[in-house]
């Protein structure tokens, strides 16, 4: 019996293992699209007289990621795969049309830096939050009601224009998805069924869990852009 458990034990952790690869492989794809899809809109007139030249475009552009958002992380269990992960590319292309903007705003050079730092510290919080022991429930419910402050916190900075309030939470923001990764990748860790793996439940696993750390880095990267990037 002893011995049974231990191959279940270990049939366990490498079906986890395998798990995060496919939500790191989904991640890295959407993030790739995106980024090229900002280089490229940022490199055609065109595209950026239609998404920027006009406000109804862009604000437009930005309530169909919301909607996307919400609608693949409420409905996922009644879609299929197939349906959740074009929903999610379609994601990762409009978010690379607004996202677009941070080349007009900073240096390449600068945004590329910015690019690896962040990448460095989501590969170290999340292999914290995968190895831990340490049960980061409460921190996690903490970061949550810190991000919904910072959210208010930005939307009331639009009119105050505060560039105290623009730094402060500059920082801040670094700070709650720093610890969102860890957070958010032990979430998944113990989300995950086992044993469903290679099922449509297992790939609409994978695609949710991909587009939550996803949605960490680009968080990050804009915050720490923020800080480090040079402007033009």
């Not at 049974?4 to 794809?29: L, P």
């Not at 105290?164 to 969102?180: A, E, P, R």
């Not at 949710?208 to 800080?227: H, M, P, Q, S, V």
Request: charge should be neutral; proline fraction near 0%.
């Amino acid at each position: 019996m002893d011995n049974f458990y231990e191959i279940s034990k270990e049939q366990e952790i490498a079906e986890t293992k395998r798990f995060f690869v496919r939500v790191y492989g989904w991640m890295s794809m959407a993030l790739i699209i995106t980024g090229l899809m900002a280089f490229k809109t940022a490199n055609s007139p065109e595209l950026i007289e239609f998404i920027f030249g006009q406000r109804f475009v862009f604000f437009g552009l930005m309530i169909a990621e919301l909607l996307l958002v919400g609608f693949l992380s409420g409905a996922i269990h009644k879609m299929s795969a197939m349906t959740a992960t074009i929903i999610f590319c379609l994601y990762s292309i409009l978010n690379g049309l607004t996202l677009s903007c941070i080349f007009f705003v900073f240096t390449a050079d600068s945004i590329a830096s910015v690019f690896f730092i962040t990448a460095g510290t989501f590969a170290a919080m999340s292999a914290y939050g995968f190895f831990t022991k340490k049960d980061l429930t409460k921190m996690g419910n903490i970061l949550f009601m810190a991000l919904i402050g910072l959210i208010i916190a930005s939307l009331v900075n639009m009119f105050l224009k505060s560039e105290m309030l623009y730094w402060i939470s500059s920082y801040v923001g670094v700070l709650i998805f720093v610890g969102l990764i860890a957070y958010d990748t032990q979430k998944l860790k113990k989300l995950n069924v086992i044993g469903n793996e290679g099922t449509d439940d297992d790939r609409k696993e994978a695609i949710i869990g991909a587009l939550t750390l996803y949605l960490d880095f680009i968080n990050l990267f804009l915050y720490l852009l923020r800080i480090f990037g040079k402007r033009r």
